[in-house]
């Protein structure tokens, strides 16, 4: 007889999971079935989710069943345009000894240099175009660092280096768009680091501001008692 085939591991979560659980757990409290401490607990599991499955248990006792299909899955997830035309589009951003950056609508050439020293440049590609369906872009920081903002649909590779610093890549599905365009990060830090995570800036630092906010809350509660 044939061996059975290994069962597949869970799917692990992505970031756009996580926001999606957050915000059905803050549904669900808005609609008292969870008292804010029961909320503080939850999205702090949340944020920490390694798999779907994980997530889906966070809410599987607030989600009404006629609202089973809103249960953390991908949001529906846009595929970052790819234009020939139009000029090569950005090659370089330098940030020395002080700040630099690229955000809302903007374009990016195949092979993108951005350098750090002492400073720092930061990448939004939420509302960038691609000028090939594989780009490149280097990351070199010295004493120095940089913030990458990339669409939760978009497929990256990530190859990092650093050197009395530290790179924090956060990214989920690395592939979460087969057969979709690709950006290829190689990351050089020296004395400082580059951050890359998925999503706006904006729902990053809501999400944040939300976690501290819970986070003075429970203790307010706690010295109370």
Do not use: C
């Not at 944020?47 to 607030?62: F, N, Q």
């Amino acid at each position: 007889m044939p061996d059975a085939p290994e069962p597949r591991p869970p799917l692990r979560a992505s970031d756009a999971d996580r926001e999606r659980t957050a915000e059905l757990l803050r549904e669900a409290a808005g609609e008292g079935r969870l008292d804010v401490d029961e909320l503080d607990e939850r999205l702090t599991a949340a944020y920490a989710g390694r798999t779907r499955s994980e997530l889906e248990r966070l809410v599987a006792d607030v989600v009404a069943d006629d609202d089973a299909h809103q249960r953390p899955v991908a949001t529906p997830r846009g595929r970052m345009p790819v234009r020939r035309e139009g000029g090569p589009g950005t090659r370089n951003v330098v940030a020395v000894m002080g700040g630099s950056g690229r955000n809302g609508h903007w374009r990016l050439a195949e092979h993108v240099l951005v350098a750090n020293v002492m400073g720092g440049a930061d990448l939004d590609l939420n509302e960038a175009e691609l000028s090939a369906p594989e780009t490149r872009i280097t990351v070199f920081s010295l004493m120095g660092g940089s913030e990458l903002w990339l669409p939760d649909g978009l497929n990256v590779e990530v190859e990092d280096f650093a050197l009395m610093g530290g790179n924090d890549v956060k990214l989920g599905e690395r592939r979460p768009d087969p057969g979709g365009p690709v950006v290829r990060l190689r990351l050089v830090s020296i004395m400082g680091g580059t951050d890359v995570k998925r999503g706006t800036r904006r729902a990053w630092r809501e999400a944040r501001d939300e976690r501290k906010r819970l986070t003075r809350e429970a203790r307010a509660r706690r010295r109370l008692h």
